[in-house]
């Protein structure tokens, strides 16, 4: 069973503030996604990862991928009240199936005005 | 349609009552998921379907656990015997072929036991 451990468990920050959430893992991933879940709702997709050192950019959040593909982290600058929520990262297993995702227990971030 | 749609949103049950979960996937989508959320947790993967045949039922927790897509679309999810730990938000998510790139979810229905 692959655990992926995400950290910080809780963030609250002022509006305007950078922050780094991290999720590492010892299993190699095929990919890797996050996930933003607001309360009440189920999981919307942010990104998703697949290559060793990938970094993408979405407005003000940005993604990376670890070179051996088993850590990952998400970096928002300036943050914004709407960007509170729960952050989940979740892996396709490169040794196991093609479709289950293994997610962490998130980050719940909250951005005060 | 657009989105994945989940009914009810909420359910109450007694402890030992049986309840079913309905999700209606996006049109065309091949693959569909359901997904189990304990408070203050990721969620859990449950089973896999693809079209109508569940290829993966391993994290069904329990037999009480039963879920079906008899023509490759609607899905339900059925927990007989209904016990307060079942209670949890019960997520759908679904895609074309299974993705590697991301799933869509549905809002999810808490089931709350009682």
């Known amino acids: 069973t692959q655990l992926l451990e995400q950290s910080p468990q809780f963030l609250s920050i002022q509006e305007g503030e950078n922050l780094t959430v991290y999720c590492n893992s010892s299993?190699?991933?095929?990919?890797l996604q996050w996930y933003r879940q607001e309360p009440g709702e189920g999981p919307v997709l942010l990104v998703t990862v697949v290559t060793g050192g990938e970094v993408k950019k979405l407005k003000r959040l940005t993604f990376q991928f670890g070179d051996a593909r088993k850590d990952s982290s998400l970096h928002i600058t300036a943050a914004q009240p709407g960007d509170t929520g729960l952050y989940l990262c979740?892996?396709?297993?490169?040794?196991?199936?093609?479709?289950?995702?293994?997610f962490g227990k998130g980050t719940l971030l909250t951005v005060n005005p | 349609g657009a989105g994945v749609s989940q009914s009810p949103r909420y359910k109450v049950a007694k402890r030992g009552q049986d309840v079913a979960l309905r999700c209606d996937p996006i049109s065309g989508h091949v693959s569909l998921f359901w997904y189990q959320q304990a408070l203050g947790q990721g969620p859990e993967f449950l089973t896999y379907f693809q079209n109508e045949a569940q290829l993966d039922k391993s994290g069904l927790p329990s037999d009480r656990f039963f879920a079906e897509r008899p023509e490759g679309s609607v899905s339900t999810l059925k927990i007989q015997r209904t016990q307060q730990e079942d209670s949890a938000v019960y997520l759908c998510?679904?895609?074309?072929?299974?993705?590697?790139?991301?799933?869509?979810f549905g809002s999810g229905t808490r089931l709350t036991v009682v």
């Open positions: 299993s190699v991933f095929s990919s």
């Open positions: 998510a679904s895609s074309r072929p299974p993705s590697l790139r991301g799933y869509t």
């Open positions: 979740a892996g396709v297993d490169s040794g196991g199936s093609n479709y289950k995702l293994t």
